[in-house]
């Protein structure tokens, strides 16, 4: 159900485990089981081997996604976001936060916020406050979205795919994100100011891309040494696709008029136009058909 690593800071030599989250007797429609674990690993041999240290049972239905922060565990479980300790004989719980919406889908640390994917209400940038042991949310989303992953690109960026087979890279505002860094709170006093159930603060969707398929993985990687870094996605149906970032107007300007005579020149063959595919639920936004503008040389 999810897959994690984690480094506890001791005194003794480094070691690395490996956290997953099972289910016993699995059911959908509703999501329940009839037990959840956390079993965590000792890596051994560079990674060549793995021996269990124990397994923890956790409440609340299956656990949804795991990660590792500053040595501790964040575990999901439907909506309730846990912060565990690892422990001699079992993980020990430490802190819990229950107030996210509906089902929590993706667990991700950018430094010490913790960015959120929910199944249905998109994405919450969380802190953790150790002098009080709290979980607080200082930033959300204006609109839903049916998360299925997350991808971080830098300190206040990060891609979101969903369900219905849509792209988003989403930014928390340079001047916001100051402001929470520099203040003595991390956010916090901010975060107890929101109105209507929301954050005090929002995050601004700066590309939007309609894929057509739901993306199940992401991932930052160069196709080539010393190549250009690109985002590579996988989806349900099988399908591996690339994001290419432009390094020059110059480029992004040619290939959006080249995209634009495309849709006139070529039209698809379905007959369907190709900006409103590209636009099935959010209007496409600073994004260029790549599979469109392959077809120039035909």
Do not use: W
Not at 4 to 9: E, I, M, Q, R, T
Not at 79 to 98: I, Q, S
Not at 129 to 145: S, W
Not at 207 to 236: C, K, S, W
């Amino acid at each position: 159900m999810g897959l994690a690593a984690l480094s506890p800071s001791t005194k003794g030599p480094q070691e690395t485990f490996l956290a997953v989250g099972t289910a016993q007797g699995l059911r959908y429609l509703p999501t329940d089981c009839e037990a959840a674990y956390i079993r965590v690993y000792r890596v051994l041999d560079s990674g060549r081997r793995l021996e269990l240290l124990h397994k923890t049972q956790t409440e609340g239905g299956p656990v949804g996604a795991v990660a590792g922060y500053k040595g501790r565990l964040l575990a999901s479980s439907g909506p309730v976001l846990r912060l565990y300790e690892l422990g001699k004989k079992k993980l020990l719980r430490k802190c819990e936060y229950k107030k996210l919406p509906v089902n929590i889908m993706s667990l991700q640390v950018q430094g010490s916020r913790i960015i959120v994917g929910d199944s249905q209400e998109s994405v919450h940038l969380m802190k953790y406050k150790k002098a009080e042991n709290i979980f607080y949310i200082f930033a959300d989303d204006t609109m839903p979205r049916f998360v299925t992953s997350i991808l971080p690109l830098d300190f206040d960026t990060f891609a979101v795919g969903d369900k219905f087979g849509n792209l988003t890279v989403l930014r928390l505002p340079a001047d916001i994100s100051a402001q929470v860094e520099e203040d003595p709170t991390g956010g916090k006093l901010a975060a107890s100011t929101g109105k209507l159930n929301g954050a005090p603060h929002k995050l601004q969707a700066i590309t939007n891309f309609h894929i057509g398929d739901t993306i199940t993985a992401m991932q930052r990687a160069a196709l080539q040494p010393g190549g250009q870094e690109v985002i590579v996605y996988g989806t349900v149906m099988g399908a591996i696709g690339v994001l290419y970032p432009f390094s020059s107007k110059e480029d992004a300007d040619f290939f959006t008029h080249l995209e634009m005579h495309l849709r006139q020149e070529h039209p698809p063959l379905a007959g369907r136009d190709h900006m409103a595919f590209r636009s099935a639920y959010i209007p496409v936004k600073d994004c260029v058909d790549g599979d469109l503008c392959s077809q120039y040389p035909s």
